[in-house]
């Protein structure tokens, strides 16, 4: 079946407010996450209907069908797997490569990713710490908690983030939060749920809830 880019992106959009919400999406989230009108996206949804890659029900939402969780499953793997191309073997700062990858996800080559994933020893997860899918479809679980769930007291390790904004990644490089970084808590403030933490054991911050929302830890 041949789509277009912008109906590839919509499937992705899809996908990943189903993984989020747990349940169908709505048009007015589809629109949000696409960065465009409601109308728009009615009329795309409808377009993907047509093409059976979605199940819409009015006042009920979006699913995918099969299939189209399959392609948006394929296209969330080849993203994720330039993603790790661009910061392992040319040198990007993961805050650089999104919008790259979003250009090469749209390459057609069954082949050239099958010598990718190969290439790169077959990562489970990406530069973000997001999991890529395997050539089935699957992911790779592992167990985590953002970093506003964890008591004071504990230690963990950054394995991911949730946020993708570049201006959100260089604000974890400058605090040198990273992925690998060891974290403890030191302090939750109630006033406004922000949390103090000391940071590979040397350096002590103040994150806001914001922040800490979006830093996924892996409890050690």
């Known amino acids: 079946m041949s789509l277009t880019s912008t109906e590839e992106n919509y499937l992705k959009a899809i996908f990943k407010i189903q993984e989020r919400e747990g349940g169908p999406a709505g048009t007015n989230h589809i629109a949000e ?8 996206a009615s009329d795309m949804i409808r377009k993907l209907s047509s093409k059976e890659l979605v199940d819409y ?7 995918l069908s099969p299939e189209g969780r ?7 793997r080849k993203h994720r797997l330039w993603e790790s191309f661009l910061v392992e073997k040319l040198n990007f700062n993961w805050d650089e490569i999104h919008d790259i990858a979003e250009e090469l996800e749209h390459i057609r080559s069954p082949k050239l990713i099958q010598r990718l994933d190969k290439y790169l020893g077959h990562p ?6 997001d999991p890529i899918p395997n050539s089935e479809g699957v992911f790779h679980e ?17 394995v991911g983030v949730n946020e993708h904004s570049s201006s959100f990644l260089q604000f974890l490089d400058q605090h040198r939060l990273v992925l690998g970084s060891r ?9 406004d749920e922000s949390v103090e933490v000391k940071i590979n054991d040397t350096q002590t911050k103040t ?9 996924y830890v892996q409890i050690k």
Request: glycine share 6%; aromatic share 6%.
């Open 33 to 40: 996450e696409m960065e465009t009108s409601a109308a728009s």
């Open 57 to 63: 029900e009015k006042y009920r939402g979006v699913q």
């Open 70 to 76: 399959r392609l948006a499953t394929a296209l969330i």
């Open 124 to 129: 489970k997860f990406d530069p973000h710490g």
């Open 142 to 158: 592992r167990q985590q908690k953002p970093l506003s769930k964890m008591a004071i007291g504990k230690t963990g390790v950054v």
């Open 183 to 191: 974290v403890e808590v030191l302090q939750l403030f109630d006033f």
């Open 207 to 215: 994150l806001s809830k914001k922040v800490s929302e979006n830093i």
